[in-house]
């Protein structure tokens, strides 16, 4: 993400909000008001949302895939690999599931008034930004969600087949040696950053976009709204603190064998380079470095598990996804039943294995499982004003994750630390 963007798209909440309540309060709903909502401002979010959607499908199929097939040759790398992906997804799930359960019992969302949200889901409804499909249930659900034509899943936006087929087609890179495997998965690799290219030039647009999505929520609503965002970023941020404090405190004691205070202490380094930087990928090479020389693991452990866990270890994500999609349902008033609460939670899981290492690589994410369940993308608007803290913020789970999981991953490995160097790493 581009110097001062982050400030601009700030400041876009800030005017957008401050603008729609001012016009809320002295204009109510004066004809002239519904114009410049349905003529400008919305038009202008909607194409910055369809921008997003439109990036969707060739991210997860790319992402999903590499993250899969980075875990490289199982036979070869035997318990490391499997120990890997166990710990990765079990992670995954306690993260996306604390967030979710948290968000239900503080409910965030709720507050705005039945008139308010008529009109919202009114609106919505008029306004379709993505093709969804149809929900299934029972026997059906499970059968489809191996799609006879991945094309076709495509173009019907059902986006849990579409992460299948990229599931599987990373298993399948995973298991297939020579060049022409190599060739794709380098091809895919490509595809990949192009569309991280394509990403960041959308949300360079983000601050106008924001503007726009908040003037058209406020000057319908008032400043009721803020209210909720608050406690939307209280919930995310103390969901992140009790699995970065409490889960990991855990597991690197109970599996990894060390003292949380002594493990905190170690990996201060890594942990502030990725607050300040909000990229996991930024910040790879110095948890590397502590790894190796503050932690003293494995350096074919730390190397594998920490290359990998860059992008296929997004446990903050994984978290503040399924958060943001059950509080914007609330918000409109999309009553989520259980099997699609359980849903959202798996997907959230996968996505966390196929989102971007890099700032704002899980609003396309959010936006197509917003999509999947019903809800209005738009609220999305609310949320990218505020993602930037909270971007540094799950940034930093997601790289205290990956150090958990190499500590975890190389206890009971042969190793001997006197091989390595003394730390030269400085202590923030």
Known sequence: MRRGLPARMLAGLALGAIAGAAAHAYLGDAPALARVVELVTEPIGALFLRSLFMLVIPLIVSGL???????????????????????????????????????????????????????????????????????????????NLVPSNVVRAMADGDMLAV???????????????????????ETLQGLYEVVMRLLDLVIRTAPVAVACLLFSLTARLGVEVLAQLASFVLVVVTALAIQ??????????????????????????PMLTAFSTASSNATLPTSLLVAERELRLPPHVARFVLTVGATANQHGTALFEGVTVLFLAQFYGVDLALS?????????????????????????????????????????????????????CRTTLNVTGDLVAAVVVARGEPYDPEAVPEAVVESP
């Open 163 to 185: 992460m299948v087929f990229a599931l599987l087609l990373g298993v399948g890179l995973l298991l297939t040696p020579g060049r022409p495997a190599r060739q794709l998965e």
């Open 244 to 269: 970065q404090f409490v889960v990991y405190g855990l597991a690197v004691w109970w599996l990894g064998g060390w003292k949380p205070r002594d493990f905190f202490r170690a990996v201060r380094a």
């Open 340 to 392: 699609q609460q359980i849903l959202v939670v798996s997907i959230c899981v996968l996505g966390g294995i196929g989102t971007a290492g890099v700032p704002a690589g899980s609003i396309p994410v959010v936006a197509m499982i917003l999509g999947m369940v019903g809800v209005p993308p738009e609220g999305i608007g609310m949320i990218l004003g505020v993602d930037r803290f909270l971007d540094m």
């Open 65 to 143: 895939a590499l993250g899969i097939a980075g875990l490289g040759d199982l036979g070869r790398l035997g318990r490391i690999g499997l120990r890997t992906l166990a710990y990765t997804v079990t992670a995954s799930f306690i993260a996306v599931l604390l967030g979710v359960t948290l968000v239900n019992l503080v409910r965030p969302g709720d507050g705005l008034s039945a008139e308010a949200r008529t009109r919202l889901l009114a609106r919505a409804a008029t306004t379709p930004l993505a093709p969804t499909a149809a929900p299934r249930g029972g026997l059906d659900f499970f059968l």
